[in-house]
């Protein structure tokens, strides 16, 4: 069974940094897209980042672009998004999700999904 699971998340003080991880098992996603999406209270879930697992090709929204960088390991089937100069605004429940379509940013065009990681940043 296809399974995505994310961990990393917690509480970071405005201007650290955090790691997230998504390790994936159950299938080969060699030919997917892995992406990361944010939900904060009260809004929809948005796109963060994305990355080809065969190649690395890399795409992020424009409020991260800069400060996170998405990157994969092969080895260990698990993809990071590194997140650096965190805002308050940052604070949501990242998702990792994987997409038979590429890299794509909606959230629609993903066919598996983690359970989440929260992310508070604040002082």
């Known amino acids: 069974q296809e399974q995505l699971v994310e961990s990393g998340g917690g509480l970071v003080q405005p201007g650290g940094s955090l790691r997230l991880s998504c390790a994936a098992s159950g299938r080969t996603f060699s030919s997917y897209g892995m992406g990361w999406f944010r939900q904060a209270p009260g809004k929809e879930r948005e796109f963060v980042a994305a990355?080809?697992?065969?190649?690395?090709?890399?795409y992020y929204a424009d409020s991260v672009k800069g400060r996170f960088t998405i990157s994969r390991d092969n080895a260990k089937n698990t993809v990071y998004l590194q997140m650096n100069s965190l805002k308050p605004e940052d604070t949501a429940v990242y998702y990792c999700?994987?997409?038979?379509?590429?890299?794509?940013?909606?959230?629609?065009?993903?066919?598996?999904w983690g359970q989440g990681t929260q992310v508070t940043v604040s002082s």
């Open positions: 999700a994987a997409s038979s379509f590429g890299t794509q940013t909606s959230e629609t065009m993903y066919d598996y």
């Open positions: 990355i080809r697992w065969a190649n690395g090709y890399t």
